[in-house]
């Protein structure tokens, strides 16, 4: 039997999945590991430990995969090929020559950097950066995390500029590691981890000079840009047993989950509905400069160019609190003992009754990006009952999604036919009827929701012939449940105008002045 072994390095967990040739799981492990937060808004991970980590759930993967064979006729276990996906963003320095890390990797959610990024704003250089890299001038990506670093690690500018230092975000650094690491390891990332750093060109796919310069990037530190779908090195022997596998996929958690979704056709769309909603819309080989403060970044390239070009670029947006919503219902208001009891409370009230819950917790992301916004609960009467509260949570997820959903429309300026949608939240199937009647489009669920591991274990087995091209794929793809818009147009709009006046009550509350 043939199977491909995902590695899905997360931020709070290391997975590792084994898929068989029809992208059914047939083995799975995951070991969570520690975070560091070692001052207010900073967060780290210990990179050896990610390592660790994930090396130990690739070993049990592959044993459990062994053990659930033995015993059956067809007992010859061939993995063909390792697929990685991986937390995007964060910042991994180490020594080529030990293979120590030189400092804790800085996690993609870490803020230390936000004066930097706000001199270089001040400076004017927001313009440029967007109009290279896609992204906003924001903390969130590597490239002040990797300048961070070098200027505050002793020794370390010197020492990277010597080419004795390597940095990677973790995709780079489990390559390394998985490839012989000090032995000959291989220095590589792939477009869509290099397009979340602030480094690389959009338009060229290779690392930008001048955005080097900005950020004071020595060269000598990166890694090679290889394909997303591409045999770009092999395990060494007795890292993952003596026989060598192939490493032949590489992408980011979100573009991973992307191609898992098999949107490979421009105008195809998934949201994924965790702690935060993530929404990509694969926009082709052009990339999508975009009007309304969305990110524009690479999905993968791919083997081939079967799908109208080998790099598709994907228009991105997220929603920082959707699941996290229904977390503070839980913890926050103990209005429910589990999250999935939601559903049932939000189900006994017709509508929330023009109460609106704007979850601006942490301020709020696309389109509005406003730092300063913060919670709100606007419309309550003497008649608002725990039941409305819920209700407007799960409306708040739908139409925090639905804004994106709208923006992407418009940047693209292509009407889209329906969204895909993954993640533990999406299991809820009110949650999923209140985003196809918001949104305006048919909102449909597919019966394996691991597409991130599953996006990578395709990259990897479309570059080792285990399947022929993207219809092989795209024919796996299996519904669960599809959702019709049932809301028509007038009140549709209504809706979504009423939630923008709330929104506005939530806008701008924080002040320095006030504890
Ligand atoms: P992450 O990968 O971000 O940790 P998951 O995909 O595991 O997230 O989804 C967990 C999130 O989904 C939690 O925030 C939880 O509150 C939410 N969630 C889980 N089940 C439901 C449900 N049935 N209805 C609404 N929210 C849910």
Known sequence: MRYLLALDQGTTSSRAIAFDERGRVAAVAQREFTQHFPQPGWVEHDAAEIWATQWAVARECMQKLAAAQAGQAQSAIEIVAIGITNQRETTVLWDRATGEPVARAIVWQDRRTTARCEALRHQGKAGLIQRKTGLVLDAYFSATKLEWLLDQTPGARARAEAGELAFGTVDSWLIWNLTGGP?????????????????????????????????HIPRAVLPRIVPSSGVLGETAPGVLGEAPIPIAGVAGDQQAATFGQACFAPGMAKNTYGTGC????????????????????????????????????CLEGSVFMAGATV?????????????????????????????????????????????????????????????????????????????????????????????????????NDLL????????????????????????AAYLAGLATGVWAGGADIAEQWAMDRRFEPRLPEPARRQRIARWREAVDRARGWARDDVA
């Open 183 to 215: 032995c000959g390891g291989v220095h590589a990332t792939d477009p869509s981890n290099a397009s979340r750093t602030l480094l690389m060109n959009l338009h060229t796919l290779d690392w930008d000079d001048e955005l080097l310069r900005l950020f």
């Open 278 to 313: 993530f929404m990509l819309m694969n926009t082709g080989s052009v990339p999508v400069a975009s009007r309304n403060r969305l990110l524009t970044t690479v999905g993968w390239q791919g083997p081939t160019a079967e799908w109208g070009a080998r790099t598709a670029y």
């Open 327 to 427: 977390q503070w219902l839980r913890d926050g208001l103990q209005m429910i003992r589990s999250a999935p009891e939601v559903e049932a409370l939000a189900a006994s009230v017709e509508n929330s009754g023009d109460v609106f819950l704007v979850p601006a917790f942490a301020g709020l992301g696309a389109p509005d990006w406003d730092g300063r916004a913060r919670g709100t609960l606007v419309g309550l009467t003497r008649g608002t009952t725990r039941a409305h509260i819920a209700r407007a949570a799960l409306e708040a997820i739908a139409l925090q999604s639905a804004d994106l959903f709208g923006a992407m429309s418009r940047d693209s300026g292509i009407a889209l036919t329906e969204l895909r949608v993954d993640g533990g939240a999406s299991r």
């Open 432 to 455: 999923m009827q209140l985003q196809a009647d918001l949104a305006g489009v048919p909102v449909v669920r597919p019966r394996v929701t691991e597409t991130t591991a599953l996006g």
